[in-house]
């Protein structure tokens, strides 16, 4: 029992380890597929993450940290009997009681097998909207790779079996997964099925200060990673190529990086489409501009759509070039410390201000015009880039504008 307490604590460390670094990945496939965040289905992708990790602490860890040594010291048998564990629970349980039996280990294992794939069934039943019959057949290729993978040694790495690989692991997995394919729909009822959300995919939805701060901190993201890859490959290219290491503090690497993903997160997408950035457009939310006699919403022309992508890059930008080229002079490290503080003001003031308005707009909108409409929104041309239709009054009120 120790050791089935253990594992599982790892598993649900290791898992919440899994889920925060694909929780974007699974937001962004949430907004792609479904076209809305539901906060149901992302509880079952956090399932997913833990249930996918606990599969492979139960299964295979702890891995072996010599296998020489360890294979030299353990003679691991396997099971190609089907059924065998039928004589195994008549011979390990004889004088036993009911109780005593269904508390041995040689029954409690048969049934650990068949509850360690019903989440398995669970999830490829409701999560993933696959059918009975695949979700089986899913779970015998699944318990199948596992128990290859025991009897190889992790197909090689090992050179012996690091578990017992056993036939009846096959049929008793497989069990599971069809019993929690069968009980998907009672014990997940609450959760919305992947097909009811994308039947509405398209539908324009109201902009709200948790979609607005969503695309926020998906350009957030994708800037530190592009920023953090690009930095790496150069740094790897100096050290190649000269045999040197950075020094402390900023260097042209992280400048040059910097700056490359200033301008594929803000000033491409600025000079490309309707002017909305990746994270905007993966929650379907794109800057507007009035028409001139106030009549239809526009792209607005490129100075301006620069100049809103640079509201907040451009401070980021310019405190990074000061401090990479600051002395140790007063003033070089005065003017340093005064544009990192105005960058991080205006990070907080785009952030904080999307709850000043009824269109949630942020700083960028506030000082270029700017306002932010669902891009399937017929009244900004829908998700087809179509002619948009003419602003009413009613829309005009939805958007803050004067009638």
């Not at 564990?85 to 039996?101: C, H, K, L, P």
């Not at 508390?103 to 509850?115: E, H, I």
């Not at 005065?334 to 990192?340: D, E, I, N």
């Amino acid at each position: 029992m120790n050791y089935w307490r253990q594992n599982l604590e790892t598993s649900l460390i290791l898992g919440a380890v899994v889920f925060m670094a694909m929780f974007v990945p699974g937001l962004i496939w949430q907004y792609w597929r479904h076209g809305q965040f539901s906060f149901r289905r992302m509880i079952g992708w956090a399932g997913v993450c833990v249930y996918t990790t606990a599969l492979f602490v139960y299964t295979l860890m702890p891995l072996p940290s010599n296998g020489i040594a360890w294979c030299a010291e353990h003679n691991v048998r396997s099971n190609f009997t089907p059924f065998g564990f039928i004589s195994d629970i008549q011979r390990e349980t004889v004088g036993m009681s009911t109780a005593q039996m269904l508390r041995s280990n040689v029954v409690l294992q048969v049934v650990f097998n068949v509850v360690l794939f019903l989440p398995f069934g669970v999830i490829m039943r409701r999560y993933f909207g696959r059918g009975i019959a695949f979700t089986t057949l899913a779970g015998l290729a699944t318990s199948t790779l596992i128990e290859s993978s025991q009897y190889t040694g992790l197909f090689g790495i090992y050179p012996c079996a690091i578990r017992v690989a056993d036939v009846d692991d096959l049929i008793m997995n497989t069990t599971g997964a069809l019993v929690g394919a069968l009980i998907a729909p009672i014990l997940l009822w609450w959760m919305p099925s992947g097909k009811q959300l994308s039947a509405k995919r398209l539908a324009p939805r109201r902009v709200t200060s948790a979609r607005r701060w969503t695309g926020m901190l998906l350009d957030a993201a994708l800037f530190m990673g592009i920023q953090m890859g690009i930095t790496v490959v150069l740094f790897m290219g100096r050290w190649f190529f000269t045999g040197t290491a950075p020094t402390e503090g900023a260097s042209w690497e992280t400048n040059v990086a910097a700056g490359i993903a200033v301008v594929m997160v803000f000033i491409i997408p600025a000079l490309t489409g309707r002017g909305a950035s990746a994270g905007q457009k993966i929650v379907w939310l794109t800057p507007k501009w009035v028409s001139h006699d106030g009549t239809y919403l526009t792209d607005g022309n490129l100075a301006l759509r620069i100049a809103r992508s640079l509201v907040v890059a451009g401070p980021y930008i310019a405190s990074e070039l000061v401090t990479s080229t600051a002395t140790s002079t007063s003033t070089t490290s005065t003017w340093s410390g005064v544009l990192g503080l105005v960058s991080v003001l205006t990070v907080l003031l785009a952030i904080l201000m999307v709850l000043g308005s009824r269109t949630h707009r942020s700083l960028s909108g506030w000082l270029t015009g700017a306002v932010f409409v669902d891009s399937r929104d017929p009244y900004a041309g829908g998700p087809d880039n179509q002619p948009p239709l003419a602003l009413t009054e009613a829309k005009k009120v939805e958007l803050g504008l004067p009638i």
